[in-house]
């Protein structure tokens, strides 16, 4: 070995779900740790907004709401940011790394909008950056697509990376359970974001499809770039009919890579009940890649949670020890060496499920079959039924079309009085 240090020091900033899963997880593994990484490890600090907070299992003298105090301390060898949030996140990774220190993260926020900042940094100063538990939890995904798929060129990315929105839609489905308490349960396992927002709405599935496009296509897609759509309109009344057509709701993020650019989006797709996917339930996540030379692979885990996420936390930690103790740091770089454009969601073609409440008159379903003919959408499948004595409810799914379109002869629709309301637009696998 090149170091052989007898101990290594790190200091974790946040103490909540993930920072909590991974001082206890240090604690569980430390009589390993000599064999594993040729030291011992020691949590020399824990940096939290507010010291009055009570904090169970944790050593309150390693407490701290000081920042500098980690900075500027010599001994500290590792700083493992599990706060969240673009800043002060951002700007603590950037000191640190200048400062000396190897870096591992689990913020999907700020790599999918800030990789170019801190990864650079890392890059220019010689450090270890890395955030397997950024994107799927317990899975590994960015590892093996930077090392083990690294021989293939990679064309499609589609998954289930929110556990939050995963066990909302499995509740609502399986059990009948309501929205708002499947989302207060998935908060109380530690599996939402502080603010539930970045789950329900699909920023943080779209943050995850980011980061993972960037290292797959080797050309830096960021989350503005990402198309997002979340659960929040997803009704019963949709689950219902999908469950009749034979298909499971998902929040799917997607991204291919095409001869005319990069697609990548997030949003509630209709899937087969018998698509491996369809089976994802509660907070696990499911990830299908597809390659040149290695075909199709699906990995499958808990995506979100205390232990989970200090599960992959933990392995980026004992990989950075393992790189101090051999002198080395800095083999796992973004690598975005091409220069993609990301189409727009107009550009891109899906097929649709349509849930319209009509006025029910004679007429009424050619005027809808013409708008849509007229849009060139085409008609896989309808079914009417009466709602009241004086409207229908009209489903229809629809054969591929290009997102413009279809978007036009919703915008027709939405000027028509014979319809009185778009009740559910759902994308179909
Ligand atoms: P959390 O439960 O909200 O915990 C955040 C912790 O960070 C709290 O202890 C908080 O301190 C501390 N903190 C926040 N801002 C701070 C600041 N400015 N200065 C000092 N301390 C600050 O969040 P979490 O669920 O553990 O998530 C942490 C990170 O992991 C996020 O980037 C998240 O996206 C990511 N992640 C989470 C999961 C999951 O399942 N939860 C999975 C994968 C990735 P106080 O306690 O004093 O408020
Ligand atoms: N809020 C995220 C989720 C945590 O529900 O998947 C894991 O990244």
């Known amino acids: 070995m090149y170091n052989n240090k007898e101990n290594i020091n790190i200091a974790i900033l946040g103490a909540g779900t993930v920072g909590g899963g991974v001082y206890k997880l240090i604690e569980r593994m430390q009589p390993e740790m000599p064999d594993k990484i040729g030291a011992s490890l020691t949590v020399k600090k824990v940096l939290v907004r507010s010291l009055a907070k009570e904090r169970p299992g944790f050593d309150r003298n390693v407490l701290t709401d000081n920042w500098q105090e980690i900075l500027n301390d010599p001994d500290i060898d590792i700083v493992v940011e599990l706060m969240g949030g673009i800043e002060p996140a951002g700007t603590y990774i950037v000191e640190a790394l200048k400062a000396g220190k190897q870096v591992v993260t689990a913020n ?18 010689g450090r270890d950056l890395i955030f397997e538990a950024a994107v799927a939890g317990a899975i590994p995904i960015i590892r093996p697509l930077r090392q083990s798929m690294a021989g293939n060129n990679i064309t499609e990315i589609m998954g289930i990376v929110n556990g939050t929105t995963n066990y909302i839609l499995s509740k609502m489905s399986e059990t009948g359970m309501g929205y708002e308490e499947a989302l207060a349960q998935a908060t109380e396992l530690g599996y939402a974001e502080a603010d539930p927002t970045a789950d329900v709405e699909g920023y943080d599935a779209g943050r995850k499809v980011a980061i993972m496009s960037s290292i797959a296509f080797h050309s830096r897609v960021t989350f503005p770039q990402v198309y997002t759509e979340g659960i929040t309109k997803i009704t019963a009344e949709d689950i219902r009919y999908a469950k009749e057509f034979g298909y499971v709701i998902k929040l799917l993020g997607v991204a291919r890579l095409t001869d005319t650019g990069i697609e990548v989006k997030v949003h509630p797709m209709l899937i087969p009940k018998n698509h491996s996917l369809a089976a994802v339930s509660d907070a696990f996540n499911a990830v299908f890649l597809h390659g040149d030379a290695m075909d199709d692979i699906t990995l499958m885990g808990r995506g979100a949670g205390e232990f989970p996420t200090a599960s992959a936390v933990m392995g980026d930690i004992i990989d950075v020890c393992r790189n101090i103790q051999w002198g080395c740091c800095g ?15 107009g550009e ?36 009417q039924n009466p709602k009241d004595d004086t409207s229908a409810e009209l489903v229809v799914i629809t054969d591929p079309v290009c997102e413009k379109n279809f978007s036009d002869a919703l915008s027709v629709f939405n000027g028509m009085s014979v319809v009185k309301k778009i009740a559910g637009v759902i994308r179909v696998y």
């Open 331 to 345: 083999r796992l770089s973004h690598e975005c060496y091409k220069d993609i454009s990301v189409k727009s969601i």
């Open 348 to 383: 891109c073609s899906s097929k649709f499920f349509l849930r319209l409440i009509v006025e029910d008159r004679p007429g009424v379903l050619a005027n809808i079959a013409a708008v849509l003919g007229n849009n060139g959408v085409s008609i896989k499948k309808v079914v």
């Open 108 to 125: 999907k926020d700020l790599l999918a909008e800030c990789d170019a900042l801190v990864l650079g940094t890392a890059e220019e100063y």
